[in-house]
Structure formats: structure tokens, C-alpha cells
């Protein structure tokens, strides 16, 4: 009788022990998955406001350089090849530049194969990648239809530095930034791509002329929008776990 108790006993107890067992796992099933849920919410949220920052970073940096695209292609500057070395026009292209020292060039081609750089040269990078004077701040190419090529350097008052001659072998009709801006004169922003001459990533932002039927263009490197990505905790964590 002693005997049958004490199985009995034994019984309830390895029943009440796997009866907890599931129960115990049923509740570490139910943790994780409401902690899972909980998880995929928050990374959800967090992407969104990484989303909604890179987007307005972004803005911040393109919407300044769309305001003086639009300014600039009802201007004389947009349909006046030579308007380039004008120094109204070279002072306010200058502000733009310094204003988002991202944008690297502003210039303009035109359905007879010519075309007008402004490329700021402050950077070393860009003063090595064109050997530019070392006191230049901005060089203005102006390409004649016929290859012939005029290179002005300025210093940071706008004064005239030197002036070289050269040929050159360039279409701009050819170049994406132009083929593919809309002839309705909406402005065009390219992907992001590599500057193999600079190698910077960066886009390009296009906007067709209405009266001389060219296109108006400006470069802009991504350098600090990466530097803000990098910033951000999202980034910071998959830096992290991808060190691992």
C-alpha cells in the first residue's frame, strides 16, 4: 500500500513537473515572440525616423542648389556661353559654392556641342586633379563648338589668376546629364554615381533651358551625406554587428 502511495505521489509529481515543463516553454515561446514583435516595431519606427532624417538632410543639401538652378537658367548666364567669365555671374555662382561647398560645378551645354565649366577649386583634391595655381578658387572652361577650349583660373576675390589654351574632345549632347534632362524644363536629378576624375560619389541635377534649348547642370558630392549616415545609430549598429 506504502508502495502504490508513493508512485502515486511519484506520478502527480513527474506529471505536475512536465505539466510546468510546457508550460515554462510555452511561456519562453510566447516571451521571445512578443519580445520579437516588439523588437521588429521598434526597428520599424527607427528606420523610419533614420528615413524621414536622411531624407531631410537630403533636402537640405539640394533644395538651395534647385532654388539657383532655376534662378540662373532664366538668366544670361544660362544662355550666354561667355556669360561665364562674367563677373556678376561668376560672384554668384561663387556664393552657391560657398554656400554648399558640396557642389563642385555648375555648368551649361548647348545643342551646338559647346559648353561652360565652373568648377570650384578649393579643395586639394580638385586643385591636384587639374594642377590648378595653387591660389586658384575657381576655374572656368569654356568650350567652343569646334573643340577649342579657353581654362581662366581665379583667385578668392574673383581677380584673374592665368589663362591657358587647349583642345578638347567633348560633347555634352552625348552625357546623360543632358540626353536625359526633360525638355519641359523639370528639373532632372541622376542616381548617385562614381566622379571617376575627382573619385567622389556624388549626383548630378539638371534643369533644360526654355530659350537657348540647352541644359544647365550642377555636381554635387555626397561627402557629408555619408558623414551624416554614418552618425546616425542605425549605422552605428550595423557597423557593429557586421565588425563581429
Same mark, same amino acid.
Given at each position: 500500500?506504502?508502495?502504490?502511495?508513493?508512485?502515486?505521489?511519484?506520478?502527480? /509529481?513527474?506529471?505536475?513537473?512536465?505539466?510546468?515543463?510546457?508550460?515554462?516553454?510555452?511561456?519562453?515561446?510566447?516571451?521571445?515572440?512578443?519580445?520579437?514583435?516588439?523588437?521588429?516595431?521598434?526597428?520599424?519606427?527607427?528606420?523610419?525616423?533614420?528615413?524621414?532624417?536622411?531624407?531631410?538632410?537630403?533636402?537640405?543639401?539640394?533644395?538651395?542648389?534647385? $532654388?539657383?538652378?532655376?534662378?540662373? /537658367?532664366?538668366?544670361?548666364?544660362? =544662355?550666354?556661353?561667355? /556669360?561665364?567669365?562674367?563677373?556678376? !555671374?561668376?560672384?554668384?555662382?561663387?556664393?552657391?559654392?560657398?554656400?554648399?561647398?558640396?557642389?563642385?560645378?555648375? %555648368?551649361?551645354?548647348?545643342?551646338?556641342? *559647346?559648353? @561652360?565649366?565652373?568648377?570650384?577649386?578649393?579643395?586639394?583634391?580638385?586643385?591636384?586633379?587639374?594642377?590648378?595655381?595653387? =591660389?586658384?578658387?575657381?576655374?572656368?572652361?569654356? =568650350?567652343? $563648338?569646334?573643340?577649342?577650349?579657353?581654362?581662366? %583660373?581665379?583667385?578668392?576675390?574673383? @581677380?584673374?589668376?592665368?589663362?591657358?589654351? =587647349?583642345?578638347?574632345?567633348?560633347?555634352?549632347?552625348?552625357?546623360? !546629364? %543632358?540626353?536625359?534632362?526633360?525638355?519641359?524644363?523639370?528639373?532632372?536629378?541622376?542616381?548617385? %554615381?562614381?566622379?571617376?576624375?575627382?573619385?567622389?560619389?556624388?549626383?548630378?541635377?539638371?534643369?533644360?533651358?526654355?530659350?537657348?534649348?540647352?541644359?544647365?547642370?550642377?555636381?554635387? $558630392?555626397?561627402? *557629408?551625406?555619408?558623414?551624416?549616415?554614418?552618425?546616425?545609430?542605425?549605422?552605428?549598429?550595423?557597423?557593429?554587428?557586421?565588425?563581429?
Amino acid at each position: 500500500m506504502f508502495g502504490t502511495k508513493s508512485t502515486l505521489q511519484l506520478h502527480i /509529481a513527474s506529471i505536475f513537473f512536465i505539466v510546468m515543463s510546457i508550460l515554462a516553454v510555452l511561456l519562453i515561446v510566447l516571451s521571445y515572440q512578443n519580445s520579437k514583435a516588439l523588437n521588429e516595431q521598434l526597428a520599424q519606427e527607427r528606420m523610419a525616423q533614420s528615413a524621414e532624417q536622411i531624407k531631410l538632410a537630403f533636402d537640405k543639401k539640394i533644395i538651395p542648389v534647385l $532654388t539657383a538652378l532655376d534662378t540662373l /537658367a532664366e538668366s544670361d548666364f544660362g =544662355n550666354h556661353l561667355d /556669360a561665364s567669365n562674367n563677373k556678376y !555671374w561668376l560672384a554668384s555662382v561663387d556664393a552657391i559654392m560657398d554656400i554648399n561647398p558640396d557642389v563642385l560645378s555648375i %555648368y551649361v551645354g548647348y545643342p551646338d556641342e *559647346s559648353s @561652360a565649366f565652373i568648377r570650384s577649386t578649393r579643395p586639394a583634391f580638385m586643385k591636384e586633379q587639374f594642377s590648378t595655381p595653387e =591660389n586658384s578658387h575657381i576655374m572656368v572652361d569654356i =568650350n567652343q $563648338t569646334d573643340g577649342a577650349q579657353s581654362r581662366i %583660373y581665379y583667385d578668392s576675390d574673383l @581677380a584673374f589668376i592665368d589663362e591657358t589654351k =587647349n583642345t578638347i574632345d567633348y560633347l555634352p549632347t552625348t552625357r546623360p !546629364w %543632358y540626353r536625359d534632362t526633360p525638355a519641359d524644363g523639370s528639373i532632372y536629378i541622376t542616381d548617385p %554615381y562614381f566622379y571617376i576624375f575627382i573619385k567622389r560619389m556624388g549626383i548630378t541635377i539638371s534643369k533644360r533651358m526654355k530659350e537657348s534649348g540647352g541644359v544647365l547642370a550642377a555636381d554635387i $558630392t555626397l561627402a *557629408s551625406l555619408a558623414d551624416f549616415l554614418k552618425s546616425l545609430p542605425l549605422f552605428k549598429r550595423f557597423k557593429n554587428a557586421t565588425s563581429l
